[in-house]
């Protein structure tokens, strides 16, 4: 809410030049700067209705922070527990998974914090001894050091922290000056008389167009700009640009030959370069559908556990209804009749380990034509990469010139793509399947859709002027009440803006990015593009 008031004391209104709205006459003024402004929000209420929004806001601020510090009260052991099994059984999977035939990579590496922060957020004691009171948590949050976020959460979270103290302290110093001295420069003037239901007096409107004060509002703007530009530059100062987790001793390998044998790509570098000891190659298999398989069987896997112990403690037992929205229906009809929930998930688990089972058998039929090579030490790796990655124009194709063996041409070496394996922890895994033309056209239509879907449709200032010219709040404004007048509007700008990261990182996840830290990348590129246009762009344009 600070935003928009310091945003309408300044920019809601400007000097009204015409020389009807210069007379004396008060009526003519009101309907001036009514009638220059054509909004129906911000109407017949004593200062535009912001004392009462700041009002209803401060209080919606408290109610929050008390149903959260309850939630937060009575959920906080069961939630921490979660995280903390989620995290063995985590460790478990990847000691299994290790173990497993379509596992593509012999990679180490020790930076696994980037992609697990689970494992060390949840189990500390120190921090949870701070923190056991109701509201304790309101103190901790000034208590707290950055090493600890740092290794709790990441380096992620220390970099958002740190972006947010310097938004409030950014908005506090605004706020303080636009209060303490934009608008009492307003209250100055006299162009639109002492008219207590005119929000414009708070505004630069009630200046006239000849006062030497007008230039305060120039001086202040550009003093924000520097104040916004100082903040931001002093946020990432502190952030230090960190490459990609990369195993240096290992290759991904991308347009091999589907069939080659690992055998055969041993081989080929072998001879190919001397002194070069290829100590594993691991072909790529798809294995999407295997994935899909174990992910449903640990939920069948859960739903079992919970309701036997459910049924241990009740000695009753659970039914369900299993079918989609199951839980909805408020009768039984022919076809979605409850079953015994036990029964149910253990039946299911056994279906779905069968299914892993016959999947797993199929896999080495399903190659991708990708491999995981790894050497026995970092050197070899750059002089195969600078081989690969050196360009020889041939016509109009630039590509690089591999050495060559005796199994160069039945492994296309020609067609291969090479470049430093990402950390094991970073790689999604099930998304290798998708690649090439399939891939680019399924990044196109997502593309496509959301920049209409945001640009057209959900641009919070477009929907807002939009209702305003088809007088969309106009039946609203004879209820006089500000709670409908300005906080829905307000309430919607929000929610609109608040929706758009959640839009923007869903569909960065449907364009399945082979790594986690290209999928981010794309998302902080799409909220901050997106972003500018709703902020910037679209305002200068006129369609704010």
């Not at 979605?336 to 199929?362: F, G, P, Q, W």
Request: aromatic letters at 12%.
């Amino acid at each position: 809410m600070l935003p928009y008031v310091i945003a309408t004391l300044g920019s809601v209104g400007a000097p009204c030049k015409t020389p009807t709205c210069n007379n004396n006459n008060s009526t003519t003024k009101d309907y001036c700067y009514s009638a220059r402004i054509r909004s129906t929000v911000l109407q017949g209420l004593p200062f535009g209705g912001v004392p009462t929004v700041l009002a209803l806001d401060f209080m919606c601020f408290l109610a929050l922070l008390f149903v959260f510090s309850i939630l937060r009260k009575v959920a906080w052991d069961y939630g921490r527990l979660a995280l903390v099994t989620d995290a063995d059984r985590r460790r478990r999977w990847e000691t299994e998974r290790e173990e497993r035939e379509y596992v593509a990579s012999a990679l180490h590496s020790d930076n696994h914090d980037r992609y697990e922060r689970l494992t060390s957020v949840s189990s500390s004691v120190d921090f949870d001894q701070r923190d056991n009171g109701f509201c304790s948590w309101l103190t901790a949050i000034f208590r707290i050091k950055d090493d600890e976020i740092r290794d709790k959460c990441g380096g992620d979270a220390v970099h958002y922290l740190s972006f947010q103290r310097h938004i409030i302290g950014l908005l506090v110093v605004v706020g303080v000056l636009s209060v303490g001295i934009v608008l009492p420069v307003n209250f100055s003037g006299d162009l639109l008389e002492n008219n207590a239901y005119s929000f414009g007096r708070t505004t630069i409107a009630n200046l006239k167009s000849g006062n030497n004060l007008l230039w305060l509002h120039t001086t202040f703007a550009f003093l924000y700009l520097l104040l916004t530009v100082y903040s931001m530059r002093r946020h990432t100062s502190k952030m230090r640009y960190k490459e990609d987790d990369l195993v240096k001793r290992t290759l991904f390998i991308n347009g091999i030959s589907k069939y080659a044998e690992p055998e055969k790509i041993k081989k080929h570098f072998e001879e190919a370069y001397a002194n070069c000891t290829v100590l594993e190659a691991r072909p790529c298999y798809d294995v999407a559908r295997l994935m899909f398989l174990d992910a449903e069987r640990k939920k069948a896997e859960r739903g079992r556990i919970y309701f036997t112990n459910l049924q241990s403690k009740d000695n009753t037992p659970s039914m369900i209804n299993p079918k989609p929205c199951g839980h909805l229906c408020c009768c039984v009809i022919r076809g979605c009749e409850e079953v015994e929930a036990i029964e149910y998930y253990t039946k299911l688990e056994e279906k779905l380990k069968d299914d892993y089972k016959r999947e797993k058998e199929k896999v080495n039929e399903k190659p991708l034509g990708m491999a995981f090579v790894t050497f026995h030490n970092e050197t070899i790796t750059a002089i195969i990469l600078k081989d690969f990655n050196a360009c020889k124009c041939q016509g109009c194709a630039c590509r690089g010139e591999p050495r060559a063996s005796s199994c160069s041409e039945s492994l296309h070496v020609s067609n291969w793509t090479v470049s430093y394996a990402p950390d094991p922890q970073n790689i999604y895994w099930e998304h290798l399947s998708i690649r090439g033309f399939i891939w680019w056209i399924r990044c196109l239509v997502i593309n496509v859709v959301l920049f209409i879907l945001l640009f057209f449709l959900t641009t919070p200032a477009i929907i807002i002027t939009t209702m305003d010219k088809f007088n969309v709040t106009k039946p609203v404004e004879y209820l006089n009440n500000p709670i409908i007048t300005q906080f829905f509007p307000t309430l919607l700008l929000w929610c609109f803006s608040a929706l758009l990261p959640t839009i923007v990182y869903y569909s960065a996840f449907f364009e399945a990015h082979w790594t986690r830290s290209g999928e981010n990348r794309t998302t902080m590129h799409k909220c901050y593009t997106f972003l500018i246009f709703m902020v910037l762009l679209l305002p200068s344009l006129g369609l704010s």
